[in-house]
């Protein structure tokens, strides 16, 4: 049933004699969430008209009451001046509602050779343009708390695990830069994205292009696209961008909430690795002794949060004809949820970061444990024995076990013990034992030595600069 209070004034109205019901006004309105793209779509509006005056399809007079009609909505909006309500459906309708109050019937002009279709597609992606530079910065931020960690941490030992057990010696500072490498490659996959983004839909128009004399390659210029769209139905029609933006901000996140586990773990009783700042703790109500690790924990659950994002576009997008629905409205909240959940986050694994402080009896403590320095016997075995490496291993594990029944570490088996396994072994083995020798050793590239990690350090502050 129309709602009789419901005498708005539709830019579409001519061909409707009833008023709009006021569910379809609910369920139609996006303004509450698209109202964030205002600037875009303000800066779009200023392009298309400077377009329209210099091929004449307005007149250079009704093109300077737009813009300036224009500037003075910006104004509104930024000083909170402006009106936004639910029977405007969208940022479109109210700025071109607006700027008819404003200048008059000139503002019906603005719209010559435009369609609320590629408006909204260019809107999206000069925002998603500019989010993907805001992101990018924050990653940067990350990427220099890793490094300041990790120069404080070259020559800290800790266990390095493989299925959660503990596998070899590492240091915590050649850990914290795997998490460097992924984050740098999350800012490439980002600027991979903004580069195939970087195209203009504008002048697309609903779905077919227009009959105006229009220029595109101005309109794209002037917004700092690449180029324009060479397809006018793909124009209107494709999100696929939206769907990397999202798909980055995934990958992301992935690697935001493994950090968060790992602190998450490292921070709990029995492993004790680091302590987080009181800044970044969290009480109990009920039990005095704890630090909670909240923020890891958040980071970790919102990555789901932005997964789903992605399953939301993704879900939407993949039974639609071409060329526009108003399926495609709901992109944009997806959009903006995995970009504010994913700000936070980054804001916050930089805070974690920075007030992280490794407790290194603690990690080299674990680093001694389980065997670690196992495979340095076996390598031993290879080098001076010439054992292939498969019977080293093999040798290895019978020094392990007989370690393991007699609750002692390999380092605490006695030479006899050794050469009554394999009689070929001397006392060089013994070297090759302890925790700090074997992360000394692993001067292969990209290996843990802190030789190799102070290289890499150097690396890694040349290439974020
Ligand atoms: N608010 C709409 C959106 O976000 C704008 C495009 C409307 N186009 C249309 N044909 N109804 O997609």
Redesign the pocket.
Known sequence: MADKENKKKLM?GGRFTENQDTVLSKI?S?IDF?KRLYKQDLNASVAHCEMLMQQKIITAQDGKKILIGLSQILDEIENSNFKFSNDL?????HIESRLSEIIGDTAGRLHTAR???D???TD?RLWIRQSIDDIQILIKEILKSLIKQAENNIETIMPGFTHLQTAQPITFAHHLLAYFEMFNRDISRFQNCKDILNESPLGSG?IAGTAFNIDRNYTSRKLGFERPMMNSIDGVSSRDFAVEFISCCSINSMHLSRLSEEIVIWMSEPFSFIKLSDSFSTGSSMLPQKRNPDAAELVRAKSGRIIGDLNTLLIMLKGLPLA???D?????EAVFDAYDTLKICLIAMKGMIDNISANKEKMLHYAKGGFSTATDLADWLVINLNLPFRDAHETTGRIIRLAEKSNRTLGEISLEELIKINPKIDESIKDVLSVENSVYSKCSFGGASPKKIKEALVLAKERIE
Request: no cysteine.
């Open positions: 579409w139609n996006s698209d459906e969208d940022i479109h309708t369609s609320r279709n408006q909204v597609a999206l609903a526009y629905s108003k495609l409205q709901e992109d944009k």
